[in-house]
C-alpha cells in the first residue's frame, strides 16, 4: 500500500518539475532576448551616478508595471558599445558648464568596456563586481592628479548623486586611500545586493503570469493527475492480478477493454503515461504513432471544454501554487523521494 502512495507522490513531483522548468527556461528566454539584468543594472548606475532624468524621471521605475513597460521596451540606459579598449589617460567629471545627462555614466563605461560585447549597438555588461567598480573610482580620482578631495568637488558640482556616498565613505577612511578604496567596494557590494533583491521581487511578478499560462494552456488539473496516477496503479495491480489468478480474474479487465483486442488495450494503457495523456489535453498536443511522423494536434475545443468547466478549476488552482515554489523546489523534493545525493 504504501508504494501507491510513492508512486503517486513521485509522479505529482515530476509533472510539476516539469513544468515549473518550463516556467523558469520561458522567463529566462525573455530575460535573455530583453536583456533584462543589463537594463537594470545600467538603470541604477544611471540613476546612482548621474541622476533621475529631467524630462523621464529615474532610469529605474519605482512601479513593477513600469518595469515591465519601460524599461524592456521603451527606455534602453545601456550605453553605446564601443570596441575601443579604456583610454590611458582618465579624464574626471566634466565642469557644471559642460555636463551632459549622461557625462559620469560614459566615464564609468570606459573604464570597464574591455569586458564587453555588443547586443544591439548596446553594452551587454549586466554585472560589474564591487572590486572593479572601486578600481574605476580610483581611475576617475586619479584623472585629478589623485586628489579625491577635487574628485568630490566636481562631483558636487555636477550634482551627481554619487557625491553623498563617496563623501561620506572619505570622511570615514579618514583620508587614505587604500582605506577608500575598500569603502567604496564594501559600499558598492552592498548596493549591488540591495539591486538583487529588488530584481527578484520583479522576476517573481514574472514567473507569478507566466506560471499562470503554462497551467491554462496545457490546462492542467493537479487533482485530476493525482486520480489518473492512482488509477493507473490499480489497473497494474488488475494486470498482476490475472497474470497471478489466470483466466478467472479477466473479467476486471472487460470493462476498460471492451471492443478492443484486450491483450493491445492493456500494452497501449501501460506504455502511456498518465502525464502523457494529461498533456495530450493541452491547447496544442503532439502524438507519435507507431509509423511515420509526429502528428501536432489542435485540441482548442476540448482545451475551451476545460477551462470554461468549474470543476477543474481547483486543480487549475493546485498546479498553479504549485509551479510558484520554483523548480529547485521540486527537484529538492524528487531528490528526497528517490535518495538521490547532490554534488558537493
Known amino acids: 500500500m504504501l508504494s501507491v502512495y510513492v508512486d503517486l507522490a513521485l509522479g505529482l513531483v515530476v509533472a510539476f518539475l516539469l513544468l515549473s522548468l518550463l516556467v523558469s527556461g520561458l522567463n529566462e528566454g525573455f530575460v535573455r532576448v530583453l536583456a533584462i539584468r543589463s537594463k537594470f543594472l545600467w538603470a541604477y548606475l544611471r540613476d546612482t551616478m548621474d541622476g533621475a532624468d529631467d524630462k523621464a524621471g529615474s532610469w529605474l521605475p519605482a512601479k513593477v508595471r513600469d518595469v515591465f513597460t519601460a524599461l524592456p521596451f521603451l527606455r534602453d540606459p545601456r550605453p553605446r558599445h564601443s570596441d575601443l579598449p579604456a583610454p590611458a589617460e582618465v579624464g574626471g567629471p566634466p565642469g557644471p558648464e559642460a555636463r551632459s545627462g549622461d557625462s559620469m555614466i560614459k566615464l564609468l563605461y570606459e573604464r570597464v568596456r574591455e569586458i564587453d560585447h555588443a547586443k544591439r549597438g548596446r553594452t551587454s555588461i549586466a554585472n560589474i563586481p564591487p572590486s572593479r567598480f572601486a578600481v574605476a573610482v580610483m581611475e576617475l580620482a586619479a584623472g585629478e592628479d589623485g586628489d579625491v578631495e577635487r574628485f568630490l568637488a566636481k562631483l558636487k558640482a555636477i550634482d551627481s548623486p554619487l557625491y553623498g556616498p563617496l563623501k561620506g565613505i572619505w570622511e570615514t577612511a579618514q583620508r587614505d586611500l587604500d582605506r577608500f578604496r575598500q569603502g567604496v567596494e564594501t559600499w558598492f557590494d552592498g548596493e549591488m545586493q540591495r539591486l538583487s533583491m529588488l530584481y527578484k521581487r520583479y522576476v517573481k511578478w514574472v ?41 478467472d480474474a479477466y473479467n476486471e479487465l472487460k470493462a476498460r477493454c471492451t471492443g478492443q483486442d484486450p491483450m493491445r488495450c492493456v500494452t497501449e494503457t501501460l506504455s502511456q503515461p498518465a502525464l502523457v495523456r494529461m498533456l495530450d489535453q493541452a491547447l496544442v498536443s503532439v502524438s507519435i504513432p507507431e509509423q511515420g511522423d509526429p502528428d501536432v494536434n489542435w485540441n482548442g475545443g476540448l482545451w475551451w471544454d476545460r477551462i470554461s468547466t468549474p470543476s477543474h478549476w481547483p486543480g487549475f488552482l493546485l498546479t498553479y501554487v504549485a509551479l510558484l515554489f520554483g523548480a529547485p523546489f521540486w527537484w529538492d523534493v524528487f531528490r528526497r523521494i528517490t535518495g538521490l545525493k547532490a554534488r558537493r
Request: aromatic share 8%; no cysteine.
Open 207 to 247: 514567473v507569478a503570469v507566466l506560471a499562470l499560462a503554462v497551467t491554462l494552456l496545457f490546462s492542467m488539473d493537479g487533482l485530476e493527475y493525482a486520480k489518473t496516477l492512482l488509477r493507473d496503479n490499480a489497473f497494474r495491480a488488475s494486470v498482476t492480478a490475472v497474470a497471478e489468478a489466470g483466466p
